[in-house]
T-cell receptor
Framework: DAEITQSPRHKITETGRQVTLACHQTWNHNNMFWYRQDLGHGLRLIHYSYGVQDTNKGEVSDGYSVSRSNTEDLPLTLESAASSQTSVYFC?????????????FGPGTRLTVT | QKEVEQDPGPLSVPEGAIVSLNCTYSNSAFQYFMWYRQYSRKGPELLMYTYSSGNKEDGRFTAQVDKSSKYISLFIRDSQPSDSATYLCAMRRGDYKLSFGAGTTVTVRA
């Protein structure tokens, strides 16, 4: 069955370290998204991509970067981790530019920055 | 002011009760309206989707959209303990980005 996976599921890192969170989907979806979820804020969009070599900033992109070298993967990098980036991170994907609307979410990565 | 406002609750109801959830929004460009359900320590999953104003039913779930008031609702009839989750409203314009509410945590007591 097609799916979307994230790794690691839990990560503890120190302030200032570079961290990369992986996201892999097997639906062959063009669109991929990264969100962070914090109490009281719901899901906030960090970065998104509509296809290979395409990346765009979301509403909370400072301190984060992504790259899209193939259809299946959209890794999220925290350049220099800060305590404010302690959060639960979700990756999602959806079909290409058609009428499809549903985003499929991964299981999440719980990141703690100490 | 956030684009999408949702009361985070928490909401606790007895089994069999009707659960009523709602969101308001400020941007009239939103065209598509969704409700996602998220169980503890899981990713959100799509529950309901509506495009136009009006009602949509799916089993025990009813979604309502009132574009003139910029108000959407989700009703859960005959609630079950398995309905205990966080419910997030989400909206999008013509592109594929979603704007989410903060989520309402619901507990259905057996």
């Amino acid at each position: 069955d097609a799916e979307i996976t994230q790794s690691p599921r839990h990560k503890i890192t120190e302030t200032g370290r570079q961290v990369t969170l992986a996201c892999h989907q097997t639906w062959n979806h063009n669109n991929m998204f990264w969100y962070r979820q914090d109490l009281g804020h719901g899901l906030r969009l960090i970065h998104y991509s509509y296809g290979v070599q395409d990346t765009n900033k979301g509403e909370v992109s400072d301190g984060y970067s992504v790259s899209r070298s193939n259809t299946e993967d959209l890794p999220l990098t925290l350049e220099s981790a800060a305590s404010s980036q302690t959060s639960v991170y979700f990756c999602a994907s959806s079909e290409g530019r058609g009428s499809s609307y549903e985003q499929y979410f991964g299981p999440g990565t719980r990141l703690t920055v100490t | 002011q956030k684009e999408v406002e949702q009361d985070p609750g928490p909401l606790s109801v007895p089994e069999g009760a009707i659960v009523s959830l709602n969101c308001t929004y400020s941007n009239s460009a939103f065209q598509y309206f969704m409700w996602y359900r998220q169980y503890s320590r899981k990713g959100p999953e799509l529950l309901m989707y509506t495009y136009s104003s009006g009602n949509k039913e799916d089993g025990r779930f009813t979604a309502q959209v009132d574009k003139s008031s910029k108000y959407i609702s989700l009703f859960i009839r005959d609630s079950q303990p398995s309905d205990s989750a966080t419910y997030l409203c989400a909206m999008r314009r013509g592109d594929y980005k979603l704007s989410f509410g903060a989520g309402t945590t619901v507990t259905v007591r057996a």
